[in-house]
Antibody
Framework: QVQLVQSGAEVKKPGASVKVSCKAS????????MHWVRQAPGQGLEWMGT????????IYAQKFQGRVTMTRDTSTSTVYMELSSLRSEDTAVYYC??????????????WGQGTLVTVSS | EIVLTQSPGTLSLSPGERATLSCRAS??????LAWYQQQPGQAPRLLIY???GRATGIPDRFSGSGSGTDFTLTISRLQPEDFAVYYC?????????????FGQGTKLEI
């Protein structure tokens, strides 16, 4: 069965960077785009971007351009999301998620368990 | 950027009743509209895509309708496990970009 297992919670200081991992299993890793969505405490959902694990091509939401980097390691079926220049407003749960079918549309059937990133001095 | 506005913010109903949730887009999104359910402490769950298609494994008491700018999620007979927060989502792909925005959510409470 499809599983997306994310790395554990992080606490970072303002200005630092964080790198969250998402290890995929139960399917062909390179066949499905992986998306990242975040949710600030008590708030709604915000799409950050996506990566094609096959070629590593990324598409980022305009809001995060220049601050987010998504990468993948096909040898371990893991995708990474790195967010730099952290500020308090980046405190959120970060999710990786993928679609049930191919293509890059962010219709998200499978989700990781989420990773809480706290930014605090 | 397309803005999605959900109403009401909170909906208070009882098990067995019918729930009607609304989502309005700031401009036409065709039928590129999805609905998600989120339980406390859990990841969201896709319910509806393409405005009216049910995702795999979703019970038929969940139905979606609408097109253009006005959309509705209906839950015909509320079960205890249906009380949650619901989000609508616009999604689209215009290479090389993707558009994706979520509404602010409707909390369905007992």
């Amino acid at each position: 069965q499809v599983q997306l297992v994310q790395s554990g919670a992080e606490v970072k200081k303002p200005g630092a960077s964080v790198k969250v991992s998402c290890k995929a299993s139960g399917y062909t890793f390179t066949s499905y785009y992986m998306h990242w969505v975040r949710q600030a405490p008590g708030q709604g959902l915000e799409w950050m971007g996506t990566i094609n694990p096959s070629g590593g091509i990324t598409i980022y939401a305009q809001k995060f351009q220049g601050r987010v980097t998504m990468t993948r390691d096909t040898s371990t079926s893991t995708v990474y999301m790195e967010l730099s220049s952290l500020r308090s407003e980046d405190t959120a749960v970060y999710y990786c998620a993928r679609r049930n079918y191919g293509g890059n549309l962010p219709l998200l059937d499978y989700w990781g368990q989420g990773t809480l990133v706290t930014v605090s001095s | 950027e397309i803005v999605l506005t959900q109403s009401p913010g909170t909906l208070s109903l009882s098990p067995g009743e019918r729930a009607t949730l609304s989502c309005r887009a700031s401009q036409s999104v065709g039928n590129s509209l999805a609905w998600y359910q989120q339980q406390p402490g859990q990841a969201p769950r896709l319910l509806i895509y393409g405005a009216s298609g049910r995702a795999t494994g979703i019970p038929d008491r969940f139905s979606g309708s609408g097109s253009g700018t006005d959309f509705t999620l209906t839950i015909s007979r509320l079960q205890p496990e249906d009380f949650a927060v619901y989000y609508c989502q616009h999604y689209g792909s215009s290479p090389p970009t993707i558009s994706c925005t979520f509404g602010q959510g409707t909390k369905l409470e007992i």
